[in-house]
């Protein structure tokens, strides 16, 4: 089995992040897939920043990474991505909602050699209505009218080949990170195939979603469908 290497955003999420990172390593280990995992601080204003060291001194193939301020979702998997030098490469939430067997079961579907990225797709939500909404509004009309084929763009873990990684050169900063490169892996012909999930609720912490990132999804459709995508302006 390849080395997987994933990039897992933290912002505020003391109540359970150090259960979710646990569990993770504990379903990498039994599958016996290595890995490179990096939680990163993205500007956290409570004690996960703590708690992410302590999980790096006792848990093997952890690492913590601090950013003083937040990055935004894009940008805190960006910089961890940055640290990661593995077969594989990806990220993953932290907060609980995909539990660790998706990713065991996405790295058993990439272990086939077959592919550019796996992703999951979810097919069950208990996550409460507001995501409903915005995951299912996003889903059924903005991906329709800018041509995204593949379902559910937004679902986690997504986990590419380093190679695949590499040509899409991925430079959102914000939450149109996942449309980025599953747009881009469309339009470039890449091989993707998907595990289906279950979005669980969340057990601690608050969902960092909101309704007003609708807008930003529609503001970028618009630039997308005029052939001005938003992250060939907010790179590097």
Known sequence: ??????????????????REARALVAALDAASIPHHIVLVNNGSTDATPQIIE????????????????????G???????????????????????????????ACQRMARGDLDLVKARRVQRDDGWQRWVVSTGYNRVACPTLGVQLPDVNGCPKIFTRQALARLAPRSRDWLLDLEVVLGAQRAGM????????????????SKVRLAT???????????????????????
């Open 1 to 18: 089995m390849k080395t997987l290497g994933l990039s897992i955003p933290l912002l505020d999420e003391q109540d359970g992040c150090a």
């Open 54 to 73: 302590d999980l790096a001194r006792e848990l093997p193939g952890v690492q913590a990474l601090h950013l003083a301020q937040n990055a935004g979702y």
């Open 75 to 105: 940008g805190g998997i960006l910089a961890g991505l940055a640290a990661l030098d593995t077969d594989w490469q990806g990220w993953h939430w932290g907060d609980g909602q995909i539990r660790p067997a998706i990713v065991v079961a």
């Open 191 to 206: 091989a993707v195939d998907d595990v289906q999930a279950i979005m669980h609720a969340r057990q601690g912490g608050a």
């Open 214 to 236: 609708v807008a930003e999804f529609v503001r970028a459709m618009a630039l997308v469908r005029a052939g001005r995508a938003p992250w060939e302006r907010n790179g590097r």
